[in-house]
C-alpha cells in the first residue's frame, strides 16, 4: 500500500535555528498535508499542497512539493519554543489519509 | 468552524470490560468521519473509516467484533472497544472531513484510554 516515509524522526534545535523536515513516498501523490501536533494535544491541520512544485508560506513556515509530487518538504526560519511538537505529513489515499511517522521537534529556549 | 469534540478525554476501566467514545462534528454534518489509534511517540494508525447509515471499513489487522462502530447520524460517530484489555490502551483519535472541504481532515482532541 501507499507509504509515506519521513525524516528526521526527532531533531533538537537551539531556539532561533532552522529546522526542515521532509516526506517522501515511491508513488506520485495527488496531494499532501501536513499536520502539527502539540504534546498531549491532538492534530491540527495546517496546510495542503496539490500542485507540482509549489510552494506556500505561512509566516515562518514554507511548505513545498516536489517537482515529481513525491516527495514535500516543511522549513521553519528561526524557530520559536511555541513551534515545539511533532510536525506529520500525511498523502490521500482515496478518502483516507496515510500518515508519516512524523518528525518531533524539540527547542532549547 | 469545523469544531470536532470526543466524549470522554480519558477512560480508566477494568480488564474485561467496554468502552464507548462519542466523536461529535459541532458545526457541521459529516457523511465520513475517521478513528485512528496512536501508541506514544508514534504516528496516527487509521484503523476505521466510519460512514452515516453504513458499516465501516476497517483497516487490515483491526478486528471489527473488537472496535465496534456506529456512525448513527450525521454528527456522531461511536467507536466502543469491547472487552479491553491493557494492550488496548492507546489515544483514540477520531477525525472528520467537511462537506466540500477537499480531504482535509479536522481532528477530535483524543481520548485517552487506560485498562488496568
Known amino acids: 500500500g501507499q507509504q509515506v516515509m519521513q525524516i528526521p524522526q526527532y531533531q533538537h534545535v537551539q531556539e532561533g535555528e532552522d529546522f526542515t523536515t521532509y516526506c517522501n513516498s515511491s508513488?506520485?501523490?495527488?496531494?499532501i498535508q501536513w499536520y502539527k501536533q502539540r504534546p498531549g494535544g491532538h492534530p491540527v491541520f495546517l496546510i495542503q499542497?496539490?500542485?507540482?512544485?509549489e510552494v506556500k508560506k505561512q509566516k515562518r513556515l514554507t511548505f513545498q512539493f516536489g517537482e515529481a509530487k513525491k516527495n514535500s518538504s516543511l522549513h521553519i526560519t528561526a524557530t520559536q519554543t511555541t513551534d515545539v511538537g511533532t510536525y506529520f505529513c500525511?498523502?490521500?489515499?482515496?478518502?483516507?489519509?496515510?500518515f508519516g511517522q512524523g518528525t518531533r521537534l524539540t527547542i532549547n529556549p | 468552524g469545523a469544531v470536532v469534540s470526543q466524549h470522554p478525554s480519558w477512560v480508566i476501566c477494568k480488564s474485561g470490560t467496554s468502552v464507548k467514545i462519542e466523536c461529535r462534528s459541532l458545526?457541521?454534518?459529516?457523511?465520513?468521519m475517521f478513528w485512528y489509534r496512536q501508541f506514544p511517540k508514534q504516528s496516527l494508525m487509521l484503523m476505521a473509516t466510519s460512514n452515516e447509515g453504513s458499516k465501516a471499513t476497517y483497516e487490515q489487522g483491526v478486528e471489527k467484533d473488537k472496535f465496534l462502530i456506529n456512525h448513527a447520524s450525521l454528527t456522531l460517530s461511536t467507536l466502543t472497544v469491547t472487552s479491553a484489555h491493557p494492550e488496548d490502551s492507546s489515544f483514540y483519535i477520531c477525525?472528520?472531513?467537511?462537506?466540500?472541504?477537499?480531504?482535509?481532515?479536522?481532528f477530535g482532541p483524543g481520548t485517552r484510554l487506560t485498562v488496568l
Open positions: 500525511a498523502a490521500s489515499r482515496s478518502w483516507e489519509l496515510v
Open positions: 477525525s472528520a472531513m467537511v462537506p466540500g472541504g477537499g480531504d482535509t481532515q479536522y
Open positions: 499542497l496539490v500542485k507540482s512544485g
Open positions: 508513488t506520485t501523490l495527488s496531494n
Open positions: 458545526d457541521f454534518q459529516a457523511t465520513t
